[in-house]
């Protein structure tokens, strides 16, 4: 019962911040990529900023074509390392567990309606068995669709205790050299900016190009047989 209520303030709190931010910001998705407006929409409540931008990052996991990078950097530019990190990991944990839980709750018939079916039949393998390191892995990878993941794996036979731990870990790097990013614009210690945005970008490139390669040898290496015992 306690949980049932829990999960149900979850949503009403989430549905209130939806319903705010789309009165007073029809042009939504331009919103997010805005990082000054947003930044300034976040500082404007003062104290509470903090538990706004916790907000911002489970709504932007919740509806994942936001992009999280945005949102990621303002945490360090505006809290600074520790604590942008702090409030970033509070964030997107909260929704990837939403997502999670959403995805359990309603099935595959919703979840359809919010990620096209060709991209739940490209994990399906993850769905058919837990697949704990490999959505690790997943989660892991820079440029990776983190937000949809959370709910395809809220289709398969994962435990939620699992599940947050593995996107929280995994998540966790990602996170802390988009904060780092933040904070350093915060300082304007510019070229050590440009530095770690230029290394970033080849990185994520890099992985763009690797992607598919690196998706198919998961795939194949997840659906080999186990090796026979002795």
Not at 15 to 20: P, Q
Not at 50 to 55: A, E, T, V, Y
Not at 66 to 72: A, L, M, Q, R, S
Not at 136 to 146: A, D, H, Q, S, V
Request: glycine share 10%; net charge positive; proline share 5%.
């Amino acid at each position: 019962m306690k949980k049932t209520i829990g999960i149900s303030a979850a949503f009403l709190v989430l549905f209130v911040l939806i319903l705010y931010v789309l009165i007073y910001h029809s042009d939504l998705y331009l919103f997010f990529l805005d990082r000054k407006r947003l930044a300034e929409f976040i500082k404007s409540f003062g104290a509470v900023a903090p538990l706004i931008f916790i907000s911002v990052q489970i709504f932007q996991v919740l509806f994942a074509p936001i992009p999280g990078e945005v949102t990621g950097f303002l945490g360090g530019f505006l809290f600074g390392n520790f604590f942008g990190l702090l409030y970033s990991t509070i964030g997107l944990g909260l929704g990837s567990w939403l997502a999670f839980v959403f995805s359990r709750w309603v099935g595959r018939p919703v979840v359809e309606r919010i990620i096209k079916p060709s991209l739940i039949d490209r994990f399906d393998y993850l769905m058919a068995h837990k697949g704990a390191f490999i959505a690790f892995l997943l989660f892991l990878i820079p440029g990776f669709p983190k937000d949809y993941l959370c709910y395809i794996l809220g289709l398969g036979h994962m435990g939620l205790k699992e599940f947050l731990v593995i996107s929280t870990v995994g998540r966790f790097l990602g996170t802390a050299l988009l904060t780092w990013q933040g904070h350093l614009a915060r300082e304007r210690n510019y070229l050590v900016l440009g530095i770690v945005i230029g290394v970033s970008l080849l990185v994520v490139l890099l992985v763009l190009l690797l992607r598919p390669r690196i998706e198919a040898y998961i795939r194949r290496q997840h659906r080999q047989p186990p090796p026979p015992r002795d």
